[in-house]
């Protein structure tokens, strides 16, 4: 079975400027959640989506967005990019929601914000 | 609230020697508790998990750890390292409040093994 997938692996954006992440769960897996990965602030939670509704939000501005799918597939959106939006973005996905499932992670996206 | 400690940023260990990576969490509910390792350049893999029952968790990769809850700990440990366990360790927790799967992360420890 395929893992968690992420597009793009990599990406340069400037400040002001929006960017979109994709993220594919394990085929079957309804629940998609969405993590920032910096130096100084670690990992932290974005929000989570299942069955296309949102599920949990994290301390992030609303800058940050977020959607999922039919398909389970998840999108998370950042508008107005700032420097310190720069960070791997982490993707996991699991069976369901509401616990205890383990969750798989994508191998992230790496964005710079220049 | 959730919060979780990793006492240690970092830990040199020399090859077969043994290991531990202490964690500990704050919270007012019964909590799941998680360790995750991280390669460079790469995602987050699980390790082992403490659901429910038997206090000693054994995991993949020949980690144990043992869930401690009037310590509220968490710690891990491995018999013999070896240089490739050289990687980022995280512990997190999460009560599954809400009907999420949200984790809450310790700012992790970097074990490098060496020769």
């Known amino acids: 079975k395929a893992g968690v997938t992420q597009t793009p692996r990599y990406l340069i954006k400037t400040r002001g400027q929006q960017v979109t992440l994709s993220c594919s769960p394990i085929?079957?897996?309804?629940?998609v959640s969405w993590y920032q990965q910096t130096p100084g602030q670690g990992l932290q939670f974005l929000f989570e989506?299942?069955?296309?509704?949102?599920?949990n939000k994290g301390n992030f501005p609303g800058r940050f967005s977020g959607r999922q799918f039919s398909n389970s597939r998840s999108e998370m959106n950042v508008s107005t990019l700032e420097l310190g939006d720069s960070a791997l973005y982490l993707c996991?996905?699991?069976?369901?929601?509401?616990?205890?499932?383990?969750?798989?992670f994508g191998p992230g996206t790496r964005l710079t914000v220049t | 609230a959730q919060s979780v400690t990793q006492l240690d940023s970092q830990v040199p260990v020399f090859e077969e020697a043994p290991v531990e990576l202490r964690c500990n969490y704050s919270?007012?509910?019964?909590?799941?508790l998680f360790w995750y390792v991280q390669y460079p350049n790469q995602g987050l893999q699980l390790l082992l998990k403490?659901?429910?029952?038997?206090?000693l968790v054994k995991g993949i990769n020949g980690f144990e750890a043992e869930f401690n809850k009037s310590q509220t700990s968490f710690h891990l440990r491995k018999p013999s390292v070896h240089i490739s366990d050289t990687a980022e360790y995280f512990c997190a927790v999460s009560d599954f409040t809400g009907g999420g799967n949200k984790l809450t992360f310790g700012t992790g420890t970097q074990l490098k093994v060496e020769l």
């Open positions: 085929s079957g897996h309804r629940s």
């Open positions: 403490y659901l429910s029952g038997s206090t």
């Open positions: 996991a996905s699991s069976l369901e929601a509401g616990g205890p499932y383990e969750q798989y």
């Open positions: 919270s007012s509910v019964s909590v799941y």
């Open positions: 989506y299942f069955s296309e509704t949102q599920r």
